[in-house]
Structure formats: structure tokens, C-alpha cells
């Protein structure tokens, strides 16, 4: 039978009963696993206790919810419905997100462990922008009209695939699902969609929404389970025709892995990432040192364009340092909980994320790095750590190579610009990189000669809903975002008719 948990939020800065269905969501009906399933614990990262527990699906949840999509798709959805109408519903779907937006801040920095208000304003308001985006865009996926010869007419059509996976991360729960919801729908496609295990109770809220908007039952489905069960059911089914992850590059090698051994499904990657910050000495330095915080501290370090690796010109580094230092201090006295007023830094989300973590900064340590500033956790419940700041890193070193998806940075003095551009380029990712300079020449060479899908000048963490998003090397396959991702969703299909008489 299936249950809800209803959490009574009494906070200076958000009051009120919030309730989640905890089971499965197929067909449009909330369902029990079949056979049981699994029970999954939802954690508060702030104390390390239980807030819930939550349905795990399997492989036969999945293929129910493969069978609800397919069948939406061929009698309710797809091209049958036209692309005025599924932006209707897209509209009316933003219309209600809005409509609970504090509801969902205040489910999201629960889960997660990010503050309220960051929830609500960011997250949350970026998630509402990209679903209207993609309602906007749904009577426009146009084909064309190519000429050939007089006796032939050819054009092509832009058509959905059909059943479309997607498989989300803990870090950004609901935006991420919209990410893929927008576009998914607005092309026609039916979805089948795995929220992370850690972080589902946003995507749990909004099925009922997505009801009470009017989408058809099977259009979106819901199934939170783990990645070995569930996740491992949608990489390798063979009746869904394409899956959208975003997660850890070794878990896009598995789903790309599973789509070969499958059905050759088609595959969108949004993977890790390693993004430097570069700073030369003709900046701002105020401007400099906000910017860099910006690119590694929101979210407790846990984003995939987070700028770890910050690159500083020899006649700026000292007092970038000592900037950026105090900078850090003042983060390190606003820790608290996410509905705590005046705090900037949270928890990781997991004990495992936080252990990671951890295990960063020893490997940083015992390779010859020097903590400046942090390196430790802080009080003694939950999951909390520091923001830290190393220096005399290398460029070898576990910390400057791998993806740490925590507060932890690294400060590295450079001399001229061919050196850090080889220095930022030394990576398998390519996701982001960040570069603050006065010279717009200078800028434009950067931006050309760094391996990466976003260059943020003056800027960092700055993604906008109109602009492909997506990397380059190991930090993915695919593009998100903007009219890219709406041809990720769609399959190209070349029309040929023949107007002439055969000789």
C-alpha cells in the first residue's frame, strides 16, 4: 500500500506541512514496487538521520514504466498531440511549479542540505524558466526544405524518439530533472525518469503536479531505485530509444556500455568536470576573488562546472591569496543548517559524498599539498566540511586531476599565458573554465584555446537556459540546454518525392 510522510517545516524562514507520496509513480497512478522492492532511507545531512524512507524500484518497475511510456506515446502523446498543446501543458506544468516553488525550496534544501532561500531563488527559479523555455519552444521544431533537382521535392521532419530514459544526480535534484523533462516533452518524447536515490523527494512532490497539469498517464513516469537496479534496467532496456544522464563519468561509461549491448539506444552525457580559473594580473582583484568563490564554494562545492583549479598571474597572486583567504574565512563563519538565516554553507549531501571528500584532502596532503585554509570537518554532527584551500599543489597530484565535488580548491601561481593554457588543458574533462582579464583579446584567445564546452569570461557558474550546456573530452556526449538539446530529442528523418516522370 502505497504511503506518504508529510514534514512540518516551523522555521523563521519557511513555516508550514509539506507531503510526499513515497512509492512509485507509473501510468499517473502511485504504485508499490512489484515484488517488494527496495526501502530506501532519506537522510538529513545536517544531523545524519532518517527524514524517510522512500520505494526503491527494480526491473520490473522499470519495465511497467517503459510499457506506460510506450503506450502514452503511441496513443496520447507523441506526434498525435501537436506541438501548440504539449506547450500548453508545459506552461501550465511552469504555472504550478511556481505556484509551490517555497514548497519545493523547502523539500529540496531539506534533502540536500543547501540553504532555503538558494533553493527557492536559483534552483528552483531556474528550474520554473526551463520548463516555460521549453514550452515556448514546442510548436517550433521545424524541418526543412532542401533542394535537389526539378523533379524532386525532399524535406525533413524532426521527429521524438519515442521512450525517452533519464537519470539524474543528488547535487541540483530537481533542476536537473527539469533539464530533461523540458525538452523531452516539448519534442514529443515520453519519459521514464530515475531521480538520484539520495535526493528524490522533489521529484516525488512534483508527479502530482504534473497530473494536475493534464498531461496524459505514462507521459512522465517516476521510478527512484538504486543505480545497480534501476538505473542498470534503463540503461539496458531495449524498448527505450534514447537516455539523458548526468552524473560521474564512470557511470556514463556503464550507460554508454549498456546502450551497445542493448538496442543502440541514443545517448546524451553530461558527465564530470575539472574547470580551471584563470586570473590575470589586469583584473579587479575584488571582482577576481568574487568571482573565483563564486566558481567553487555555492552548493558546498557539489557542481560539475565547479572551478577547483585556480590559475593566478605572478604579479596578482599574493594578494589574491590573502583575499581569497579572508574570503573563505567569512564563508567558514556562516556554516549552518538550510533553514538557519544568514548562512552560505551547508553539509555534503551523503556521508558517502562527505567521506570522499575527506579522502581528497589526506590524498592532497600526503601528496606534498598544503592546506591553507580549511581541510577539516566542522561541529560534530552531520556532514559539514570546510571550505579549504590548498597551495603548492602539482599538476600530477590526485586533487588537480581528479573531479572532488567538494569545497576544496587549489591557488597555483602561473607566468605567462601559454603556460596555463597548457596547465588548464592538462585534464581528461573539458566541461567548463572560467576567465577573469580587462583584455578582450586576450579573453577571445582563452576562450578559443581552452578544451571545454562553456568558457565563462568575468564570470563563473554562469549557465543560461537559452545556451548549450555540455563539455568536451570525458565530461560528456550531447549538449543540454537551448535548441541544442532540442535536437538531442528528436531523430531526423529525409523525406524524397518525386515530381518528374521517369525516362
Known amino acids: 500500500m502505497v504511503t506518504t510522510y508529510t514534514h512540518t517545516f516551523n522555521t523563521p524562514i519557511y513555516m508550514g506541512d509539506v507531503t510526499v507520496n513515497t512509492g512509485l509513480f507509473i501510468d499517473g497512478k502511485w504504485v508499490d514496487p512489484i515484488d517488494g522492492g527496495d526501502k530506501i532511507d532519506i537522510v538529513d545531512p545536517t544531523s545524519g538521520k532518517v527524514i524517510t524512507t522512500v520505494a526503491g524500484g527494480g526491473a520490473k518497475d522499470v519495465d511497467l514504466a517503459v510499457k506506460a511510456a510506450r503506450k502514452a506515446f503511441k496513443t ?14 508545459l506552461g501550465k506544468f511552469a504555472d504550478l511549479l ?60 524532426h521527429e521524438p524518439w519515442g521512450v525517452v530514459g533519464a537519470i539524474v544526480p543528488w547535487n541540483f535534484p530537481f533542476m536537473m530533472a527539469a533539464l530533461k523533462i523540458g525538452p523531452a516533452l516539448a519534442t514529443g518524447n515520453t519519459l521514464v525518469l530515475k531521480p538520484s536515490e539520495v535526493t528524490p523527494l522533489t521529484a516525488h512532490y512534483v508527479a502530482d503536479l504534473i497530473n494536475e497539469a493534464g498531461f496524459p ?90 572551478g577547483s583549479r585556480i590559475y593566478v598571474q605572478e604579479g596578482i597572486y599574493d594578494k589574491f591569496l590573502e583575499g581569497f583567504t579572508e574570503h573563505a574565512k567569512e564563508l567558514t563563519k556562516s556554516i549552518g543548517g538550510p533553514f538557519d538565516e544568514g548562512v552560505q554553507h551547508g553539509p555534503q549531501v551523503s556521508k558517502v559524498q562527505y567521506e570522499r571528500v575527506m579522502g581528497y584532502i589526506s590524498s592532497g596532503k600526503s601528496d606534498g599539498a598544503k592546506v591553507h585554509i580549511g581541510g577539516e570537518r566542522f561541529g560534530e554532527q552531520g556532514y559539514f566540511i570546510k571550505p579549504t584551500i590548498f ?11 581528479e573531479e572532488i565535488f567538494g569545497p576544496v580548491c587549489s591557488i597555483v601561481k602561473f607566468h605567462t599565458e601559454e ?34 564546452g562553456g568558457i565563462y569570461v568575468n564570470c563563473a557558474q554562469s549557465v543560461e537556459v537559452c545556451v548549450p550546456f555540455g563539455g568536451y573530452k570525458q565530461s560528456g556526449i550531447g549538449r543540454e540546454l537551448g535548441e541544442a538539446a532540442l535536437e538531442t530529442y528528436t531523430q531526423v528523418k529525409a523525406v524524397h518525392i518525386n515530381i518528374g516522370q521517369v525516362l
Not at 496520447?76 to 501543458?89: N, S, Y
Not at 552525457?269 to 584563470?278: R, W
Not at 597551495?391 to 586531476?401: C, L, S, Y
Open 76 to 89: 496520447t502523446w507523441g506526434l498525435k498531440v501537436p506541438g501548440a498543446v504539449r506547450g500548453q501543458l
Open 98 to 157: 511556481e505556484k509551490h516553488q517555497e514548497r519545493l525550496a523547502a523539500l529540496e534544501a531539506l534533502n540536500v542540505g543547501k540553504h532555503f532561500l538558494h533553493a527557492k531563488f536559483m534552483d528552483l527559479a531556474a528550474s520554473i524558466a526551463m520548463i516555460r523555455y521549453y514550452a515556448g519552444s514546442a510548436d517550433k521544431i521545424h524541418g526543412k526544405t532542401i533542394e535537389t533537382n526539378e523533379n524532386k521535392f525532399a524535406y525533413t521532419r
Open 217 to 306: 498517464p505514462g507521459v512522465v513516469n517516476i521510478v527512484t531505485g538504486y543505480g545497480n537496479t534501476a538505473g542498470e534496467a534503463i540503461s539496458h532496456h531495449p524498448d527505450i530509444n534514447k537516455i539523458t544522464f548526468t552524473g560521474s563519468t564512470i557511470v556514463g561509461r556503464k550507460i554508454l556500455k549498456a546502450s551497445a549491448e542493448s538496442n543502440l539506444k541514443a545517448v546524451t552525457l553530461e558527465l564530470g568536470g575539472k574547470s580551471p580559473t584563470v586570473i590575470f594580473d589586469d583584473v579587479d582583484l575584488d571582482q577576481a576573488i568574487k568571482w573565483a568563490a563564486r566558481g567553487i564554494f555555492p552548493n558546498m562545492g557539489q557542481a560539475c562546472i565547479a
Open 391 to 401: 597551495v603548492d599543489a602539482k599538476p600530477e597530484m590526485k586533487i588537480m586531476q
Open 419 to 452: 603556460e596555463v593554457t597548457e596547465w588548464a588543458n592538462d585534464t581528461t574533462y573539458g566541461l567548463a573554465a572560467n576567465v577573469l582579464t580587462e583584455s578582450s583579446s586576450r579573453a577571445i584567445r582563452m576562450a578559443n584555446n581552452l578544451e571545454a
